[in-house]
């Protein structure tokens, strides 16, 4: 990176502070703890200088470049934020659809430039509202929707393609909510291809992290890869599949773990879509990821986007011979997420998540969600759903971050932090690769091992105050914020099952027979479902139902510890 006169020059320069001045300050004020680490508890010098580039063989053309260029380590755009800002697409959904619409209408109406639509339990697993199954949940944590009925009512009033763009927590159901999106935006007399769906469709993780499953593991990635394929080939400005990091994270996975295990969940998407036929630059540009930011390890949280941009960089060019440098820019969705809140004084929250907004705009990514500061305690209230907004909106338009396209470039410290997360993640997808990848590794509990093991470490060190957590291990307050929480009340469920109940009664029932007939034949065929799906909901057949025919084929699946006591 520069001469060895050069080097030698900083060398003895370091060695003469070394002696001088930090001997004599740690004489007189010593350090406060033994050892600095990050949160996934990598190392930390005291300090960093151009000799950790240099012992490290960092090359800046060619292991950090220029924004746009490969390997996209300071962003995959030359302008970034310059050019456009963050999508501000915050997390919507609970009660009925008429709830949500309310919802997505005032935050659209407070600057919001997109929305994602979070799904109550039972619909994420393809139950509906009147299934014994979904008692008590009906909701709950998201919006209830049961068919196309649901989607027009939470789209009424709202112009899609006015939207930026339109995300959901689908991940078993992905197929499903495609076909919905679309029915509902020619129920508009728009056209799927004026306005952008980014779909989590991200079922693997699930598998790890959180357990929203219908069916085994190999017919759920089937499942996936469909949409995949439908839309590289109807629909290639949609986003098929955002590759999530984020739930893996909130389980206790460290960082490496969170770029490894994302990145060999995505190798395994894109692998079978390949044995599709399709053609790795058609559909890579598409994907993206969602990760979130965790911690308040800000430092960490900014080298870990800048990390997995290069890891996706090298995997598409050198693994899968991707030669499109569109297919080299990963685009990131984040979420500066609730894993850092505590219910012990909630209002701590609001500066928590603003570190976060702020570790993820100085990281580079595209998209931003920002959790309520109440989400500890109840589904959040419109009061914070504005606030998490205006958060997000502050930091673009006051802090002064996006006036520079990676501010924290050539940061000694960064771009160690950087370059070794990298290579810790590199090392531990190649353990994921002998095991024999994301499914053979998801299926023998290797991902469920592993952050099982961070998880507990990490409560550990919060429990001996190792880790302090402001207003709860340390500094706690006996008196706590008068915070009423936002209720979902029970007639919501009642309502609900009255409203899927009369819709099944006013239906073409035959229609909608002959319609899940035609799902059962391409599941049994294993052909894509998505064109038989799509004819399905346009007939108002219902999640549930489509979920069951799809169940009666492929299976269910079930926790192995359930399973083992049936």
Not at 160 to 165: E, G, I, K, R
Not at 235 to 240: G, K, M
Not at 291 to 298: F, K
Not at 472 to 477: D, E, G, I, L, Y
């Given at each position: 990176?520069f ?9 003895k320069?370091?060695e003469?502070?070394e ?9 007189q004020?010593?350090e406060r703890?033994?050892q600095?680490?990050?949160?996934s508890?990598?190392?930390?010098k ?9 012992e490290?063989g960092?090359?800046?053309v060619?292991d950090?470049?220029?924004?746009g260029?490969?390997?996209n ?13 963050w999508e501000?697409?915050?997390?919507s959904g609970?009660?009925l659809?008429?709830?949500?619409n309310?919802?997505?209408?005032y935050?659209?109406?407070q600057?919001q ?8 339990l039972?619909?994420q697993?393809?139950?509906?509202p009147?299934?014994p199954?979904?008692k008590?949940e009906?909701?709950k944590?998201?919006v209830?929707?049961a ?11 709202i112009d ?6 339109i995300r ?8 499903i ?6 029915a ?9 291809k004026d306005?952008?769906?980014r779909?989590?469709?991200d ?8 357990g ?9 990635l089937?499942?996936a890869?469909d949409?995949?394929e439908?839309?590289t ?8 599949i955002?590759?999530a990091?984020?739930h ?11 770029l490894a295990?994302?990145?060999?969940n995505a190798?395994a ?7 599709r036929?399709?053609?790795?630059d058609?559909?890579?540009p598409q994907i993206?990821?969602l ?8 430092f ?21 011979g ?5 297919s ?9 997420s609730?894993?850092?809140s ?9 500066v928590?998540?603003?570190i976060e907004?702020?570790?993820?705009a100085?990281?580079?990514s595209?998209?931003?969600g920002?959790?309520a500061?109440?989400?500890p305690?109840?589904?959040?209230s419109?009061e914070a759903a504005?606030?998490?907004?205006r958060?997000?909106q502050i930091?673009a338009?006051?802090?002064?971050v996006?006036?520079?396209v ?10 160690s932090?950087t ?9 531990l997808?190649?353990k994921?690769?002998?095991?024999g990848?994301?499914l053979?590794a998801i ?5 469920h ?5 961070s998880s507990?470490?990490d409560?550990k060190?919060?429990?001996n ?6 207003g ?6 006996a008196?706590?914020?008068r915070i009423?929480?936002?209720v ?6 009642v ?8 819709l099944?009664?006013?239906r073409?029932?035959?229609k909608v027979n ?14 894509n479902?998505?064109?038989s ?12 139902e ?12 079930l926790?192995?510890s359930?399973?083992?006591?049936l």
């Open positions: 990176m001469d060895k006169n050069t080097a030698e020059s900083i060398r320069a370091q003469k502070w002696k001088e001045i930090l001997k004599k300050s740690l004489e004020q010593g703890k033994p600095f680490q990050t949160w508890e990598l190392p930390v005291r300090i960093y200088t151009p000799l950790d580039l240099e490290r960092l090359d800046y060619n950090i470049g220029f924004p260029e490969f390997p380590v300071r962003g995959i755009e030359p302008t970034m934020y310059r050019g456009k800002l501000r697409v915050q997390l609970f009660g659809p008429e709830d949500t309310k919802r997505i209408k935050l659209i109406e600057g430039t997109g929305f994602y639509i979070a799904l109550d039972p619909t697993i393809g139950y509906d009147d299934n199954l979904s008590g009906v909701g944590v998201g209830s929707i068919s196309l009925e649901d989607m027009e009512k939470v789209f009424d009033g899609l393609a006015a939207v930026s763009q959901t927590t689908a991940m078993a159901i992905g197929p909510m495609i076909a919905l999106f679309i509902a935006a020619e129920k508009q007399g728009i056209s799927p306005f952008t769906v779909i989590q469709n079922v693997l993780k699930e598998f790890v992290a959180r929203t499953c219908l069916f085994p593991v190999k017919p759920s089937k499942f890869v949409v995949i439908y839309c080939k109807y629909l290639p400005h949609w986003s098929p955002s590759v990091g984020v893996m994270r909130l389980a206790g996975a460290t960082a490496v773990q969170e295990f994302t990145m060999a190798i998407y894109i692998e079978h879509s390949l044995k036929g399709l053609q790795i058609d559909f890579a993206d990821m990760v979130g930011c965790a911690t308040l390890d800000i960490e949280e900014i080298a870990k986007l800048r990390a997995l941009r290069k890891l996706w960089a090298h995997i598409l060019r050198d693994r899968f991707a030669r499109k440098s569109d080299w820019r990963l685009h990131i969705n984040s979420f500066a609730g894993l850092v505590t219910a012990q004084e909630p209002l701590n929250n609001i928590r998540i603003g907004t702020l570790a993820l100085l990281g580079g595209q998209d931003i920002v959790s500061f109440d989400e305690l109840c589904t959040p419109e504005r606030i998490a907004l958060t997000s930091v338009y006051e802090t002064g996006t006036n520079v990676d501010p924290l470039g050539g940061s000694y410290y960064v771009e932090l370059d070794e997360l990298f290579r810790q993640a590199s090392e997808l190649k994921v690769d002998t095991v990848g994301s053979v299926e023998k509990g290797f991902y091992q592993e952050i099982s093991r507990y470490k409560q060190r919060v429990e105050g190792d880790r302090v957590v402001i709860v291990n340390k500094f706690a307050s008196e706590q914020a009423k929480p936002f979902i009340h029970p007639e919501v469920e309502k609900r099952r009255e409203q899927i109940q009369q099944k009664a006013r073409d029932n035959n002959r319609a899940l007939a035609d799902i059962r034949e391409a599941a049994i065929k294993e052909d479902t998505v064109p799906i799509l004819e399905a909901v346009k007939a108002y057949s219902t999640i549930g489509i979920s069951d025919v799809l169940r009666s084929v492929w299976g269910e699946w926790p192995e359930t399973a083992t006591h």
